[in-house]
């Protein structure tokens, strides 16, 4: 039987659609800096994708810089600015910024808006956050085409976003600021993105993300996320009717519509992981960019779990393309195999 990915807040399959713009752009032989026929042509298909991503974001007037990933996004917006943030951030975000937002019932608890930083959505637990107006910066990294989110009402200064999460390419993201905004730039060289990011475009990439950044929003326009939340749905109860200890993070929260973070008292999420990946599943005990760090999870104990709860915790996050079956499936193989382990 072919094997089930269930990983998708790690990374996205590639789009078809992303795939075709790769294809096309590798025929674009010219730099977009140089000013002859050929650099011209790259440089148009640079702007095509950069007024794709911000329309797809929601930022028709801002400023898209593209950068290698929502890493050196983070860096970017927030270096030496001394903003706070919670330990609900991504570790991207939490070192450079103080950790002293406190989590109350899941909600990051914000008193200087213009001062903080507050994630869209969890990629651990996919609650999704309330964002205060006027607030500084906003990684919308997990949430962008899962759920509802534009950057001209949302009423944030920055924001940033990773290609792969939404069916783009590794190594491209976006930083969206306002027009004009003075971006302390962290790589220097060339000039390019407007001085705030050096280093020849990575065209192919960009013109990948961008096609699916656009698709992404059709998906969320056409309900398919409808379809995912309602087979997460499905999911958790087949779980929890068969092993009824296990808790449910968030499952009282707004959420992604993709992400279930269940707990497993006794059972250690990285042996879940391996148990269920000989089992032909792919899934993960917390965010991809913190596997194999031995410590339980910052994001579960600022939601109020205790270390041992914490360090069973197993990530499963579905795809527009995942099916009933394969969910059932899933949690089949899970089921067994917690009933083994308790038994034991």
């Known amino acids: 039987m072919s094997r089930v990915y269930l990983d998708h807040n790690a990374t996205t399959p590639l789009r078809a659609e992303a795939r075709a713009?790769?294809?096309a752009a590798m025929d674009v032989v010219g730099n977009p800096s140089s000013v002859h026929g050929e650099g011209?042509?790259?440089k148009a298909l640079l702007e095509r994708s950069r007024a794709a991503v911000a329309d797809a974001v929601g930022a028709s007037g801002a400023d898209v810089i593209f950068v290698s990933g929502a890493t050196e996004a983070a860096a970017l917006a927030l270096a030496g600015r001394g903003l706070h943030g919670s330990d609900l951030e991504h570790e991207a975000v939490r070192g450079w910024v103080d950790c002293d937002l406190a989590v109350v019932g899941g909600r990051v608890q914000v008193a200087s808006p213009a001062r903080s930083v507050v994630q869209l959505a969890n990629s651990e637990t996919g609650i999704v956050q309330a964002l205060p107006a006027g607030l500084a910066v906003s990684?919308?990294?997990q949430g962008f085409g899962r759920v509802a989110f534009s950057y001209g009402w949302a009423g944030v200064e920055q924001v940033f976003l990773s290609g792969h999460k939404f069916g783009g390419p590794k190594g491209v993201g976006a930083l969206v600021v306002p027009q004009g905004f003075d971006v302390a730039a962290q790589l220097r060289g060339g000039g390019q993105e407007l001085g705030r990011r050096s280093g020849t475009e990575n065209i192919v990439a960009?013109?990948?993300m961008a096609a699916a950044a656009?698709?992404?929003?059709?998906?969320?326009?056409s309900g398919a996320w409808e379809r995912v939340?309602?087979?997460?749905n499905i999911l958790e109860k087949a779980v929890a009717d068969i092993v009824p200890q296990t808790i449910f993070v968030g499952n009282d929260l707004d959420r992604l519509p993709n992400t279930c973070c269940m707990i497993c008292p006794g059972w250690r999420g990285e042996t879940q992981v391996m148990a269920m990946d000989l089992a032909g599943f792919a899934v993960s005990a917390g965010s991809a960019c913190s596997s194999g760090k031995?410590?339980?999870s910052p994001v579960l104990t600022a939601l109020g779990y205790d270390d041992e709860q914490a360090r069973c915790a197993l990530r499963v996050s579905?795809?527009?393309e995942t099916t009933e079956d394969e969910v059932l499936r899933f949690a089949d193989a899970w089921c067994a195999k917690a009933q083994r382990m308790m038994a034991a």
């Open 139 to 141: 990684d919308i990294t």
């Open 206 to 208: 960009i013109a990948g």
């Open 214 to 221: 656009v698709a992404a929003q059709d998906d969320l326009a």
């Open 229 to 232: 939340a309602e087979l997460r």
């Open 294 to 296: 031995v410590r339980s």
């Open 318 to 320: 579905l795809g527009v």
């Open 21 to 23: 713009a790769m294809i």
């Open 40 to 42: 011209r042509a790259a």
